[in-house]
Each structure stands twice: as C-alpha cells, then as structure tokens.
C-alpha cells in the first residue's frame, strides 16, 4: 500500500457491510474495513470476543478461533472490495470456487484483534484470484489463496 493511496483511506462500518454482503450473525466474521483501494486490496478487521456462540463447543477450556472461519473472515472480506465495483451488490453473491496454500501460523484466541488483508490477484469478468493474510497484533496468523465467481442471486418464486 503506497503512501498515495493512504490519502485516499476509506472505512466502511457494520450497517456499510451489510449491505455489501449477505451474512448476517453469527455467520458474518467481519466488523469493519479499514481501508481499500477498489479493484487492488481490501483491510478488514475481525474483534474476536469470549461471547462468540463458537468457544461454546470449541476447545471450551482452552478457546482458539476456528481456522476455517479465520478463512472466511478473509473472503468476507474480499467479498466486499469485489462487490465495491458492481452497481447492485445485493444482487449478486460470491462463492468459493478453490482454496490453496493455506497455512495456520498462530492461534486466534478470544481478546485478538484479527486484520485482513486481501490482494486481487487476477481478475476477469465474474471470477477473482486473490491472496489473503490474516494478522493479530502484526503477526501472521494466517494466509490463503482464493478463487472466486459472482453471480446472481437466485430469486424464489412466490
């Protein structure tokens, strides 16, 4: 992230990503973005409390943050700068299509602030190739390469 762009930082809160994404609790793992660049990277961060109906069941005397619900927080929060560009973001949704090179460094524990940050890789018309990190108090924790295509909602029929 280039001095430049930390001119141009941006925030979106909670209200901001929900209407970005389709997640709502408990399923959303993202709380804010912190700064993005549309189209290039997206920080996003993830408060992680005692409270979390997860630590209910696991590691309960000795709670640790899944680390596939570490990935998911990362493609929330690539969900949200892919959808920045696209006029009607809640008409559309973005699902995993492959998961690579993941690696788990350190455990997430309950008081840890998780940052994400995710880099476009490629993208091309509905499918995006990107690269996420996840840090807590500026150690990685964890990282991941994605794909991942948009398409549109399916509506039902009333």
């Known amino acids: 992230m280039s001095e430049d762009s930390a001119m ?5 809160d909670i209200q901001g990503i929900q209407k970005l994404l389709p997640h709502r609790y408990p399923i959303l793992l ?3 973005v912190l700064d993005y660049e549309k189209g ?3 920080k ?3 408060n992680v409390s005692i409270g979390e109906q997860v630590f209910q069941g696991h590691f309960p005397k000795q709670p640790v943050f899944p680390g596939v619900l570490i990935i998911e927080a990362m493609a929330q929060t690539a969900g ?9 973001p809640e008409e559309k949704i973005m699902y995993f299509m492959s998961i690579d090179s993941v690696k788990f460094r350190k455990p997430v524990v309950p008081g840890d602030q998780l940052i994400m940050e995710v880099k476009i890789l490629t993208a091309k018309r509905n499918i995006a190739k990107m690269r996420g990190e996840a840090f807590v108090d500026g150690n990685k924790v964890a990282e991941a390469e994605f794909m991942s295509m948009i398409v549109d909602v399916e509506r039902k029929a009333k």
Not at 8 to 12: H, M, V
Request: aromatic share 8%; proline share 4%.
């Open 8 to 12: 141009y930082s941006k925030t979106i």
């Open 30 to 32: 993202i709380d804010r």
């Open 40 to 42: 290039q990277w997206i």
């Open 44 to 46: 996003g961060v993830k």
């Open 80 to 88: 949200c700068l892919v959808v920045l560009d696209i006029p009607d």
